[in-house]
């Protein structure tokens, strides 16, 4: 069975920084694009960040270029969120998805499979 589990949310404060994770079982990371996703309350769900099969290309959404890394751990089959200077707005549920194409696009494009999601609270 393909699962994408989410890992490493919780509540920080504006400025801070934060590192989620998405961990699969039951195929390769390495062989799928993987995105991030992130659902704000009463919003429509937006891409963040993704990153490529094949060497690793990434895309991300404006408003987080310069803020948040994404990155592979192919030794523990795993894809990294790296979130740095941290924004209110920046709050909501993240979600990673992985789709076995070799280049990745964060707006539109199909994703086929989902994680379940880890809240992210940006608050003092």
């Known amino acids: 069975q393909l699962q994408l589990v989410e890992s490493g949310g919780g509540l920080v404060q504006p400025g801070g920084s934060l590192r989620l994770s998405c961990a699969a079982s039951g195929f390769t990371l390495a062989y799928y694009s993987i995105g991030w996703f992130r659902q704000a309350p009463g919003k429509e769900r937006e891409g963040v960040a993704c990153?490529?099969?094949?060497?690793?290309?990434?895309n991300y959404v404006d408003s987080v270029k310069g803020r948040f890394t994404i990155s592979r751990d192919s030794a523990k089959n795993t894809v990294h969120l790296q979130m740095n200077s941290v924004k209110p707005e920046d709050t909501a549920i993240y979600y990673c998805a992985a789709v076995g194409t070799r280049l990745c696009v964060v707006s539109g494009g199909r994703w086929d499979y989902w994680g379940q999601g880890t809240q992210v609270t940006v608050s003092s």
């Open positions: 990153i490529g099969s094949s060497g690793g290309s990434t």
